[in-house]
Protein backbone atom coordinates (compact mmCIF):
# COMPACT_ATOMS: atom_id res chain seq x y z
CA UNK A 1 0.00 0.00 0.00
CA UNK A 2 1.33 3.14 -0.71
CA UNK A 3 2.30 5.89 1.52
CA UNK A 4 -0.04 8.49 -0.13
CA UNK A 5 -3.10 6.23 -1.28
CA UNK A 6 -6.09 8.38 -0.57
CA UNK A 7 -8.90 6.08 1.34
CA UNK A 8 -11.53 4.57 -0.84
CA UNK A 9 -10.16 6.64 -3.73
CA UNK A 10 -10.90 3.85 -6.65
CA UNK A 11 -11.86 6.85 -9.16
CA UNK A 12 -12.71 10.12 -8.51
CA UNK A 13 -10.91 12.56 -6.17
CA UNK A 14 -10.91 15.68 -5.20
CA UNK A 15 -7.99 17.53 -6.88
CA UNK A 16 -7.69 22.15 -5.94
CA UNK A 17 -5.46 23.80 -8.59
CA UNK A 18 -3.43 26.86 -8.06
CA UNK A 19 -3.24 28.68 -10.99
CA UNK A 20 -0.32 31.10 -10.64
CA UNK A 21 2.90 29.63 -11.16
CA UNK A 22 1.16 25.92 -11.28
CA UNK A 23 -0.83 26.40 -14.41
CA UNK A 24 0.73 29.31 -16.05
CA UNK A 25 4.05 31.22 -15.94
CA UNK A 26 3.06 33.97 -13.44
CA UNK A 27 6.81 35.19 -13.23
CA UNK A 28 6.70 36.42 -17.18
CA UNK A 29 4.25 38.12 -17.06
CA UNK A 30 4.05 39.55 -13.43
CA UNK A 31 8.19 40.95 -14.72
CA UNK A 32 6.95 42.66 -18.44
CA UNK A 33 4.62 44.67 -16.49
CA UNK A 34 6.18 45.44 -13.22
CA UNK A 35 9.39 46.36 -15.68
CA UNK A 36 6.74 48.57 -17.43
CA UNK A 37 6.01 50.34 -13.82
CA UNK A 38 9.77 50.61 -12.85
CA UNK A 39 11.71 51.33 -16.17
CA UNK A 40 14.15 48.34 -14.68
CA UNK A 41 14.41 45.35 -17.15
CA UNK A 42 14.86 42.73 -15.06
CA UNK A 43 14.07 39.25 -16.12
CA UNK A 44 12.38 36.07 -15.38
CA UNK A 45 15.41 34.19 -13.69
CA UNK A 46 16.48 37.68 -11.87
CA UNK A 47 13.06 37.66 -10.10
CA UNK A 48 12.10 33.91 -9.55
CA UNK A 49 11.08 34.77 -6.59
CA UNK A 50 7.38 33.68 -4.70
CA UNK A 51 7.00 37.59 -3.60
CA UNK A 52 8.33 39.18 -7.41
CA UNK A 53 7.71 42.74 -6.23
CA UNK A 54 10.42 42.48 -3.31
CA UNK A 55 13.05 42.62 -6.59
CA UNK A 56 11.81 45.66 -7.80
CA UNK A 57 12.65 47.18 -3.97
CA UNK A 58 8.69 47.92 -3.54
CA UNK A 59 7.14 48.52 -0.76
CA UNK A 60 3.68 46.51 -0.21
CA UNK A 61 1.40 49.30 -0.58
CA UNK A 62 3.57 50.75 -3.82
CA UNK A 63 3.36 46.77 -5.15
CA UNK A 64 -0.37 47.25 -4.72
CA UNK A 65 -0.47 50.10 -6.54
CA UNK A 66 1.21 48.28 -9.57
CA UNK A 67 -0.97 45.19 -9.24
CA UNK A 68 -4.11 47.26 -9.39
CA UNK A 69 -3.05 49.35 -12.41
CA UNK A 70 -2.06 46.27 -14.33
CA UNK A 71 -3.44 43.13 -12.35
CA UNK A 72 -5.96 42.76 -15.69
CA UNK A 73 -3.01 42.48 -18.12
CA UNK A 74 -0.98 40.59 -16.75
CA UNK A 75 -3.84 38.00 -15.70
CA UNK A 76 -4.89 37.89 -19.20
CA UNK A 77 -1.56 37.66 -20.76
CA UNK A 78 -0.61 34.95 -18.76
CA UNK A 79 0.53 31.94 -20.88
CA UNK A 80 -0.17 27.98 -19.46
CA UNK A 81 2.89 26.36 -19.12
CA UNK A 82 3.10 23.31 -21.47
CA UNK A 83 0.61 20.82 -22.20
CA UNK A 84 -1.26 22.00 -18.43
CA UNK A 85 -4.19 23.08 -20.37
CA UNK A 86 -4.09 19.52 -21.80
CA UNK A 87 -3.41 17.58 -18.58
CA UNK A 88 -6.59 19.86 -16.68
CA UNK A 89 -8.81 18.75 -19.13
CA UNK A 90 -7.76 14.92 -18.75
CA UNK A 91 -7.89 15.36 -15.18
CA UNK A 92 -11.65 17.14 -15.13
CA UNK A 93 -13.23 14.47 -17.18
CA UNK A 94 -12.37 11.75 -14.04
CA UNK A 95 -11.94 14.00 -11.16
CA UNK A 96 -13.31 16.61 -9.54
CA UNK A 97 -11.50 19.89 -10.11
CA UNK A 98 -11.95 23.21 -7.08
CA UNK A 99 -9.46 26.35 -8.88
CA UNK A 100 -8.21 27.56 -5.86
CA UNK A 101 -6.35 30.95 -6.15
CA UNK A 102 -5.35 33.97 -3.93
CA UNK A 103 -5.80 36.25 -6.66
CA UNK A 104 -7.83 39.33 -4.88
CA UNK A 105 -11.90 39.40 -6.11
CA UNK A 106 -11.11 42.12 -8.55
CA UNK A 107 -9.54 40.09 -10.65
CA UNK A 108 -11.89 37.16 -10.97
CA UNK A 109 -13.76 38.17 -13.94
CA UNK A 110 -10.63 38.31 -16.14
CA UNK A 111 -9.47 34.95 -14.42
CA UNK A 112 -12.64 33.12 -15.50
CA UNK A 113 -12.67 34.90 -19.18
CA UNK A 114 -9.14 33.57 -19.11
CA UNK A 115 -9.84 29.89 -18.01
CA UNK A 116 -12.62 30.10 -20.49
CA UNK A 117 -10.30 31.52 -23.71
CA UNK A 118 -7.77 28.38 -22.57
CA UNK A 119 -10.99 26.01 -22.68
CA UNK A 120 -10.17 25.04 -18.81
CA UNK A 121 -13.09 23.28 -17.66
CA UNK A 122 -13.61 22.81 -13.92
CA UNK A 123 -16.37 22.39 -10.80
CA UNK A 124 -15.55 25.40 -8.51
CA UNK A 125 -13.70 28.01 -8.39
CA UNK A 126 -12.56 30.50 -5.24
CA UNK A 127 -10.79 33.64 -4.48
CA UNK A 128 -9.40 33.29 -1.29
CA UNK A 129 -5.65 33.54 0.31
CA UNK A 130 -6.24 30.97 3.43
CA UNK A 131 -6.80 27.91 0.74
CA UNK A 132 -5.96 25.62 4.02
CA UNK A 133 -9.27 26.68 5.31
CA UNK A 134 -11.28 26.31 1.98
CA UNK A 135 -9.78 22.64 1.57
CA UNK A 136 -10.38 21.42 4.40
CA UNK A 137 -14.14 22.57 4.12
CA UNK A 138 -14.49 21.18 1.03
CA UNK A 139 -13.37 17.82 1.26
CA UNK A 140 -10.25 18.35 -1.02
CA UNK A 141 -8.19 15.29 -1.25
CA UNK A 142 -4.90 17.05 -3.03
CA UNK A 143 -3.50 20.34 -3.69
CA UNK A 144 -1.49 21.46 -6.63
CA UNK A 145 0.67 24.40 -5.80
CA UNK A 146 3.78 26.52 -5.95
CA UNK A 147 3.52 28.53 -2.97
CA UNK A 148 5.95 26.90 0.13
CA UNK A 149 4.34 28.28 2.76
CA UNK A 150 0.95 26.33 1.48
CA UNK A 151 2.95 23.11 1.35
CA UNK A 152 4.35 23.30 4.97
CA UNK A 153 0.65 23.95 6.34
CA UNK A 154 -0.61 20.87 4.56
CA UNK A 155 2.16 18.92 5.31
CA UNK A 156 1.42 19.90 9.43
CA UNK A 157 -1.90 18.53 8.65
CA UNK A 158 -1.18 15.70 6.90
CA UNK A 159 -3.10 16.42 3.73
CA UNK A 160 -0.77 15.42 0.51
CA UNK A 161 0.22 18.50 -1.74
CA UNK A 162 1.82 18.66 -4.89
CA UNK A 163 4.30 20.87 -5.38
CA UNK A 164 4.91 22.49 -8.34
CA UNK A 165 8.87 22.77 -8.76
CA UNK A 166 10.08 26.42 -8.34
CA UNK A 167 13.56 28.17 -7.36
CA UNK A 168 11.74 29.55 -4.46
CA UNK A 169 10.18 26.28 -3.06
CA UNK A 170 13.33 23.91 -2.70
CA UNK A 171 13.52 24.41 0.91
CA UNK A 172 10.52 22.57 1.18
CA UNK A 173 10.45 18.83 1.90
CA UNK A 174 8.05 16.33 3.86
CA UNK A 175 6.94 12.68 3.13
CA UNK A 176 3.14 14.74 2.19
CA UNK A 177 5.02 16.83 -0.26
CA UNK A 178 5.48 15.31 -3.67
CA UNK A 179 7.48 17.82 -5.89
CA UNK A 180 6.08 17.72 -9.76
CA UNK A 181 8.81 19.63 -12.07
CA UNK A 182 6.34 19.62 -15.11
CA UNK A 183 2.78 18.50 -15.52
CA UNK A 184 3.34 14.80 -16.58
CA UNK A 185 4.80 14.61 -13.24
CA UNK A 186 1.93 16.13 -11.61
CA UNK A 187 -0.69 13.65 -13.54
CA UNK A 188 1.88 10.84 -12.74
CA UNK A 189 0.95 11.70 -9.01
CA UNK A 190 -2.33 11.64 -9.21
CA UNK A 191 -2.48 8.62 -10.82
CA UNK A 192 -0.69 6.79 -8.50
CA UNK A 193 -3.14 8.71 -5.48
CA UNK A 194 -6.20 7.84 -7.41
CA UNK A 195 -5.05 3.92 -7.78
CA UNK A 196 -7.79 1.23 -6.53
CA UNK A 197 -5.81 -0.42 -3.60
CA UNK A 198 -5.11 -4.15 -4.71
MG1 LIG B 1 0.80 30.04 -7.12
Redesign the pocket.
Known sequence: MGKHRLEGADDAVHIAI?????VLD?TSAHVTYYNLASGLSLTPDDANEFYIYLKYGWSREERDAVYAKYGHEIHWNSVPYPTAVNCLRQLAARHEISII??RPEMFRDVTVEWLKHHSITYNNIAFVENKLEVCVASKVDVLI???PHYAEQFAQLRKPIIL?DQPYNRMVTSEYVMRAANWSEVMAHIDRLAEKPG
Open positions: DLDNTATAEDGF
